[in-house]
């Protein structure tokens, strides 16, 4: 399994930057796929995460509202489009997948494939 995580960038505080996450080597459908991200000299830490058919989306506390995790199975791609960017969203985001059930989608160890992570900075 592959992810190509892109989008990432340079943006200032209230803009908005959608990030895609491109997933191949196994069949898209079946997995599961959440966002994380690491802010400098911070542990990574859970974003968001949608279910195999798009039908369940989590998100932490801080996002809520501000971002939406979206995925287009015809693709193969997951999206996290994000508005109303803060400072402290900076970090570098990654996608993770995972094809197993009844798993804790926040907690990272339940993702096998990680993509490389993209970079966004929110400037104030």
């Known amino acids: 399994v592959q992810l190509q995580a892109s989008g990432g960038g340079l943006a200032q505080a209230g803009d908005s930057l959608k990030l895609s996450c491109v997933y191949s080597?196994?069949?898209?459908?079946?997995?599961?796929v959440g966002w994380f991200r690491q802010a400098p000299g911070k542990e990574r830490e859970f974003v968001a995460r949608?279910?195999?058919?798009?039908?369940?989306?989590g998100y932490t506390n801080s996002v809520k509202g501000r971002f939406t995790i979206s995925r287009d199975n015809d693709k193969n791609t997951v999206y996290l489009q994000m508005n109303s960017l803060k400072p402290e969203d900076t970090a570098v985001y990654y996608c993770?997948?995972?094809?197993?059930?009844?798993?804790?989608?926040?907690?990272?160890?339940?993702?096998?494939?990680w993509g490389q992570g993209t970079l966004v900075t929110v400037s104030s």
């Open positions: 080597g196994r069949l898209f459908s079946n997995a599961a």
């Open positions: 993770a997948a995972t094809q197993r059930y009844y798993v804790d989608y926040k907690d990272e160890g339940s993702y096998s494939d």
């Open positions: 949608i279910g195999r058919r798009g039908a369940s989306e």
